[in-house]
């Protein structure tokens, strides 16, 4: 039996390619297992050390805006509150929609939304840097942005 030559370049790439996949499956291991034993064998030496401040790091402010509320919310009524920064209408009207519909609390909680620079109102003008911070100290508890 002959086979052509398009099958023989057909059965060489799948070959290459399950090649390929098995030995980032073997590095993937090893390596995962080096790092295992380099965690437990590296011990901590004793030392002291010194920590100078550094007072040329940027503080960032974490005031947030107040939240809109949808028009059920009662402060209460003993429900968790979800907190969520938008910046764009396709983010903050789904949520918008969420709290007039009922849907929050139908689930068991309140949104809260704080859109970015709505209506050039200074109060809602928040930085990136800002809405980071803020996600991550927990005063948020989800971050919508567009790119």
Not at 122 to 143: F, H, I
Request: proline share 5%.
């Amino acid at each position: 039996m002959k086979m052509d030559r398009t099958r023989i370049i057909f059965i060489a790439i799948i070959g290459v390619t399950l090649l390929g996949i098995c030995g980032a499956l073997v590095y993937g291991a090893i390596n995962s297992r080096l790092q295992e034993a380099e965690a437990t064998a590296v011990s901590a030496p004793n030392t002291t050390t010194t920590t100078t401040t550094n007072n040329d790091t940027p503080t960032v402010n974490l005031d947030s805006p107040d939240p809109i509320w949808g028009p059920n919310y009662s402060a209460d009524d003993g429900l968790p509150t979800y907190i969520c920064g938008a910046d764009a209408f396709g983010s903050y009207f789904t949520l918008q929609q969420m709290q007039m519909s009922g849907k929050d609390i139908e689930h068991g909680f309140h949104l809260g939304i704080i859109p970015f620079f709505l209506n050039d109102d200074p109060a809602y003008d928040v930085s990136e840097e800002q809405r980071t911070a803020l996600l991550a100290a927990g005063k948020w508890n989800c971050l919508l942005t567009t790119l």
